[in-house]
């Protein structure tokens, strides 16, 4: 049920559970040493539809840092896990004592959107895998090199989003009419001099200011801070000024996801909220991946989001000058979710889909299923092969297999039409010439299904073909 449409005693009593239960979490641990005090937490639903999340006066200043996102990431869950499927809303927005991040640091507005131009015939696209290690810094400049995240399940969210970003680089420059994306982080094993990590495990500032030397105001944005964690957010601003250097037609950022009662599963994709094109880029990816994923029969019931979310204000979706897209691609925090995120199958899967969400927004195409519309009567002669034609929907990935099932017929009969045929697929409506008649006439009906390479299957559909003595 849409919030609008609930009871004003009603939201108001969910309103006071939840800000007492978002309370509870936020002040589960220290968040902030700049301010280690207690966080207050106040919930209401405005008459949009959105919901707000107050965190009182004294957090202002500290509203664009790194801990800040990932307590706005941990209140998001933890929402959405108390709420369940109760009711829908119109997205999550932070304030502070009232104000937004931007009452307190006005330079964090988003810069304008660039006016969408002809897509060219290349587009350029930017991967940003998420995270990876930076230099935390304790007293006296002193610092220690850290990984961002920590590893529950098997699961190095810094390492695995760099594996997913490599195959998805190479899966995309593999496909027809895209170029191979650019990577926000270096994708060698090379070692890095002071680390002795491969350079990979490296977060993006320190790549971008190797590549980029003399264009600092992409790698330290923030030459004023002295926070300790000044790195950490830097890298955060530098994967969409990055983007927004070359020119990017399109941000893609890889992650995965996490929430302390392990229970959440599922992918998930947010945009910023005032972006309708990143809605859009976000929206065709869960599209992409939500067919190919769940054509694999393992994960044929893997939660996947319908549409993507506007909650937060994520610094890597905000300060992109073009469409940008986090994809949440499951919760390592839960067990399942995390075994799927180290599975091969699963792996090719979404990279796939991935690649699929990217062309069909490139492509301006919708999210349609792979459906079979239409199965015109085919006609042909004996021993010779028939002609068809059929209309689909949807964006199959060739070569595309043509199942031919012959109804009523034995399996072992000779004189059976069923067949199975690999080929390109034309556009709809395709004339299908190949499906052979066999030597006895009359009219035969089959049912048909199409599997394109990523596995994607349309639901059968039947059909007949009369099968004809020739003239000759």
């Not at 800000?19 to 949009?48: M, T, Y």
């Not at 330290?220 to 000044?230: A, F, I, M, N, V």
């Not at 091969?344 to 079979?372: H, I, W």
Request: hydrophobic share 30%; with cysteine.
């Amino acid at each position: 049920m849409p919030i609008e449409l609930v009871a004003t005693e009603a939201k108001r009593q969910m309103e006071v559970r939840l800000s007492r239960r978002l309370h509870e979490v936020a002040n589960q641990r220290i968040w902030f040493d700049e301010r280690p005090g207690p966080i207050r937490v106040d919930v209401r639903f405005d008459d949009g539809g959105r919901v707000l999340i107050d965190l009182g006066p004294g957090l202002g200043k500290l509203s664009n840092t790194p801990d800040m996102e990932d307590l706005e990431s941990l209140l998001i869950n933890t929402f959405d896990l108390e709420l369940a499927d109760q009711v829908t809303h119109h997205g999550i927005s932070f304030l502070f004592d009232g104000k937004d991040m931007y009452f307190y640091h006005p330079e964090e507005r988003p810069p304008p959107p660039r006016q969408r131009a002809r897509m060219r015939s290349w587009p350029r696209v930017v991967l940003s895998p998420g995270h990876g290690h930076y230099r935390l810094y304790g007293q006296k400049d002193s610092y220690s090199w850290v990984f961002q995240r920590t590893e529950q399940h098997g699961v190095q969210e810094d390492v695995i989003t760099m594996e997913y970003a490599r195959l998805l680089k190479e899966e995309m420059s593999q496909r027809p009419g895209m170029l191979t994306p650019r990577l926000t982080r270096l994708d060698w094993d090379l070692t890095h001099a002071e680390t002795r990590k491969p350079w990979s495990y490296i977060s993006a500032r320190y790549y971008l200011a190797w590549e980029y030397p003399e264009n600092p105001e992409i790698w330290h944005s923030l030459p004023e801070d002295k926070t300790k964690g000044r790195e950490r957010l830097e890298d955060i601003r530098s994967r969409p000024l990055f983007a927004n250097h070359i020119g990017a037609d399109a941000l893609v950022h890889l992650h995965t996801n996490a929430e302390p009662s392990g229970k959440v599963r599922g992918a998930r994709a947010y945009h910023y909220k005032d972006s309708p094109e990143s809605k859009k880029l976000a929206d065709s990816l869960l599209c992409g991946l939500k067919e190919v994923i769940r054509a694999q029969p393992k994960y044929k019931d893997f939660q996947i989001d319908d549409e993507s979310r506007n909650d937060g204000d994520y610094g890597e979706n905000r300060l992109a000058a073009m469409p940008s897209a986090l994809v949440e691609l499951a919760f390592h925090s839960n067990e399942k979710d995390a075994a799927a995120l180290l599975d091969e199958n699963f792996k090719r899967a979404a990279v796939s889909g991935l690649t699929k969400g990217v062309q069909l927004y490139m492509d301006g195409e919708g999210c349609e299923p792979f459906v079979v519309t239409e199965v015109g009567q085919g006609s042909g002669y004996i021993h010779s092969n028939a002609t068809m034609i059929f209309s689909y929907k949807g964006s199959p990935r060739p070569p595309v297999i043509f199942n031919f099932e012959e109804i009523g017929c034995n399996p072992s009969a000779a004189e059976c039409m069923s067949q199975q045929d690999s080929r390109d697929i034309e556009p709809s409506p395709m004339i299908y010439y190949g499906l052979r008649c066999p030597g006895v006439p009359g009219v035969r009906k089959y049912r048909l299904t199409l599997i394109d390479r990523d596995g994607v299957a349309s639901s059968p559909v039947e059909g007949e073909v009369n099968c004809k003595y020739s003239h000759y």
